[in-house]
C-alpha cells in the first residue's frame, strides 16, 4: 500500500471497457484503492463520444480507427509517462498500437495478463511486453515454451468489495445450486446430465435442458452475479476447456468471497490458490459430481458461515496489482 510519504507510482491500465468479466475494470478499481496514479486506456472507447469517433472512423477503414487509438496512447505515454502498463485479458493489439508501445517502450515497464489459450504469434509482443502472466501453469508453460519474457504464474482475483456475503444466515439462502457461466460444449455436456435441479444463467444456454434445470439465457450484469452469489449455498462451477486446462476461473474467486460454497473442477492449480480450510468441494468427473449433488445437503460443509476476511486479501485485486507492482518496480513500490 502506499503511504502519504511515498511518491505513487504511475499505473495505465489497458483493455476493452464493458466486457462480461470486467477484468480490466477490476485491475483499474484496485490501483485507485491503492491511492496510485492511475489512467485507463480503453481499447474500444473511452467515452459516447469517443465511441461515436471509432465508429464513425472504422466505417471509413480500419487502419484511421486504429489510428486514432495509437495517437489516444501516444499522448498518454508522452504527457502521464506511466511507470507500469498492465494489459489485462487477451487482446489483439493493433500494429499502429504495437508500434507505438515500441517506439516509447524504454520508458515504462510493461505486464501482459492473460487468462485463454493464446496464438503463437504473440511471441512478438516480446518487443514491448517486460513480463507476462498467466492464470493458468498449463499456459505459464506455454509461454516458457515459446520463449515469452518472464511467464510467470498469477491467478485470476476479486473485487471483495462487490462480491460480500450477504446478511443472510445459511439456512435462510437458496439451496438450489446455481451456475453462472457463458456456453461452452463441455460445459453443456456435465449440465445436461446432472441429476440434481441447477440455475442457469448466462449466454447461449437456448439448448435442449432437463425440465428440473431454470435455464435464463442471457447476460446478466456483474452486480447481479453478486446478489446470486450471495443469497446461494452453493455454486457450481465447470471451467471451460476452449480456453483454459489447469487454471481457475474469476467465478472461483468471486464464489467464496460472496460466502458460497464452491464445487468446482479437480483441476491442477487448485492446491496453489485454496486450503482446506476454505468452503469447497471439488470433483473429478460428471459421476463424483452427481454423487456430490445428491449428497450435497447432508455435505460436512454445511452450515457454513461465510469467509475468513483476512483470508480472503489473498484473492483481491490489489494482492494482484501489487505483485505485478514488485515484479517490475522493484522494492521500492
Known sequence: MVTDRESPP???????????????EHVFIACRKMNLDCRFLALNHQSSTDRFVKRAKGLVSKQWQDSHLAQQLGTLL???KPELLILPDLIALPEAVQAVLKQFKPQFKSAYWIGDFFPESIRHYNDFIDRFYFTDSHLQQQGCDLGLNRATYLPLAVDVSLFQPLAKPWQQRDHKVLFVGAYSENRYQMLRAIERPVQIYGKGWDKPMPSSHQVHSRNIPLADVARLYGSHRYVLNIINSNNIKHGLNMRCFETVSAGAVLITDRVADLPRCFNANDPVITYGDLAELNSILIKLDQHSIRGHSGPNTDALMKYDYTDRVLSMMRDNLGTRH
Do not use: D, E, H, N
Request: proline share 6%.
Open 10 to 24: 504511475r499505473i495505465l491500465v489497458m483493455g476493452k471497457r464493458g466486457g462480461i468479466l470486467q477484468w480490466p
Open 78 to 80: 508522452q504527457t502521464f
